[in-house]
């Protein structure tokens, strides 16, 4: 069974919580396609379903999450993501830092926004030990730092992820780190925004000056 875009993009919205719970009942009672598309079993389960019963949420995200591929799901959310930081507004240092988490989590594609970006953002030392200690100027001044460089990273991650070079699973190995397909070259794995010293650690102070700079 594979769900036309748009219901899949109402799945994946309910999921991330866009759409409210009694957005999506409203939509399953308007919308009669899933009759035809879901076994009679599985459409039941959803037509039936208290939407207004205790746990809700928790209850309904299992149903919907059968007839998802966690893979595209999770490719749904990262697009998402750098997409909204791509409008450079309030939200950045906070994506910037969960770009850091993601790779950490596994994504080591996401090395160069993560541990070019994002660390400096969450440890911006030596002006201070965390972001919130920063001014709101000094906090400016780091943020527009990393232009045009962020920007051009960013970009690079979309396409990666539109073109099937990076195939992301959904999948969590025995580490809860997250497995992905990595299909791009030798050259288009290489740092661009950190430099790795020769005892094989970050060096955040080694950033690569020309790509921040826009020179690259």
Known sequence: MKLPGDIKE????????????????QWLYADKRLETILTQEDYLDLISYDYKGDSVKYGLYKLLEKHIDNGEYE????????????????DLPQILMSFYDLYYKGYNFLDNLGLGYGL????????????????????QTLVD?????????IKKVIGWLESQKIILTGIQDEYNH???????????????????????????????????????
Not at 76 to 84: A, G, N, P, V, Y
Not at 128 to 135: C, K, Q
Request: glycine letters at 4%; charged letters at 25%; hydrophobic letters at 30%.
């Open 145 to 153: 730092s990393f232009y045009p460089g962020t920007e051009q990273e």
């Open 120 to 139: 400096s953002v969450e440890v911006p030392y030596p002006q201070a030990d965390s972001w919130d200690e920063l001014t709101s100027e000094q906090q």
């Open 10 to 25: 109402i799945f994946f919205e309910t999921l991330y919580g866009d759409k409210t719970v009694l957005e999506f009942e």
């Open 75 to 90: 490719k749904w959310k990262l697009i998402r993501l750098l997409h909204k930081a791509l409008q450079r507004n309030n």
């Open 178 to 216: 997250y497995v992905y397909i990595d299909n791009r070259t030798e050259q288009e794995k290489q740092p661009s925004a950190y430099k790795i010293s020769t005892i094989g650690t970050i060096n955040m102070t080694e950033k690569v000056t020309e790509y921040k700079n826009g020179i690259v």
